[in-house]
């Protein structure tokens, strides 16, 4: 697995696709692998004329693990979320936002075409923002703003994503572990089966397992606060995607995304949840690749 040398930390990727068409870069969520972009996914994406190209975030899947940062504690970060306290994190969504654009600059990409999701698209959010320059569009799939006063998530969505997760030598207890949160957080539109789920879980368990770092970035999360003064001064041409059924970030927090964004364009699907199933692969390919092909037309 080639990687990227950025921020005093390691970055795995992969790509698909000519190295001369324009490049789409692919930003995961919370504790999820670069796999979850599915093979099918990205080679999709590649048959529409893009390099595509996909990467683990830090403390998680190939790239590099902080393990010298102090164990997290979730409670008191939620504590201190409620009460408006800051929240002490051992990295910030900015820190992967310039893990981000520092592995565009090991790769030579200029420009790319922005996709993230969940917390992905919070950190693709920040990029867009901040690295006008760098971003030809962006794509935000089931993120929010962080605006406060959105509707929380289904407690039991909640419930199934703060489980505490099995011990990592246990791989059967580990697949549960992921079949009962994506069970509870997955696409009832677009159900997968459970053996086709196990054996998904399986080979990312199989791949890297590390519930540490979920919950160091899952602390980010909480202490990144409201995006709604950045999200203004996005000018790349914006597409949101949201499930209209999506549990954990419920739809009006997509909604108020594309709604402080310049121009931006939504898009909601019925049926769609909090994950990417496989039959949701050739609805976001077309809505994606229309948009950047759309920009790339424009320019």
């Given at each position: 697995?080639?990687?990227?040398?950025?921020?005093?930390?390691?970055?795995?990727?992969?790509?698909?696709?000519?190295?001369?068409a324009p490049a789409i870069l692919l930003v995961m969520g919370l504790g999820t692998q670069m796999t979850a972009w599915s093979e099918e996914f990205?080679?999709?994406?590649?048959?529409?004329?893009?390099?595509?190209l996909r990467f683990d975030n830090r403390d998680v899947g190939l790239s590099s693990k902080i393990e010298t940062a102090k164990p997290v504690a979730i409670a008191a970060a939620f504590a201190s979320l409620m009460t408006g306290k800051p929240v002490e994190a051992p990295y910030t969504l900015d820190d992967m936002a310039a893990d981000t654009v520092g592995l565009m600059d090991g790769l030579g990409l200029r420009q790319v075409h922005l996709v993230g999701a969940s917390m992905g698209g919070m950190i693709a959010q920040i990029i867009a923002a901040k690295h006008a320059d760098r971003v030809s569009s962006l794509t935000s799939i089931m993120s929010s703003s962080g605006a406060p006063g959105l509707p929380q998530a289904k407690p039991e969505a909640i419930s199934a994503l703060l489980a505490p997760r099995p011990a990592s030598e246990d791989r059967e207890q580990a697949i549960d572990h992921g079949v009962k949160v994506y069970r509870v957080i997955g696409s009832p539109g677009f159900p997968t089966s459970d053996a086709d789920l196990r054996v998904r879980i399986g080979r990312a368990v199989d791949r890297s397992y590390y519930p540490a770092g979920v919950g160091r970035q899952f602390v980010a999360v909480l202490a990144g606060g409201s995006r709604v003064e950045l999200l203004k001064r996005i000018v790349a041409p914006t597409l949101v995607i949201h499930g209209?059924?999506?549990?954990?970030?419920?739809?009006?927090?997509?909604?108020?995304?594309?709604?402080?964004?310049?121009?931006?364009?939504?898009?909601?699907?019925?049926?769609?949840?909090?994950?990417?199933?496989?039959?949701?692969?050739?609805?976001?390919?077309?809505?994606?690749?229309?948009?950047?092909?759309?920009?790339a037309h424009v320019r």
């Open positions: 697995m080639p990687v990227v040398s950025t921020n005093q930390i390691e970055l795995a990727y992969d790509e698909v696709g000519d190295q001369g990205c080679r999709s994406l590649a048959g529409r004329g893009f390099r595509v209209a059924d999506d549990p954990l970030v419920p739809v009006e927090a997509g909604i108020d995304t594309a709604r402080h964004i310049p121009d931006a364009a939504l898009k909601v699907i019925p049926g769609m949840g909090h994950d990417l199933a496989a039959g949701l692969v050739p609805i976001l390919v077309d809505a994606i690749a229309a948009h950047c092909q759309a920009v």
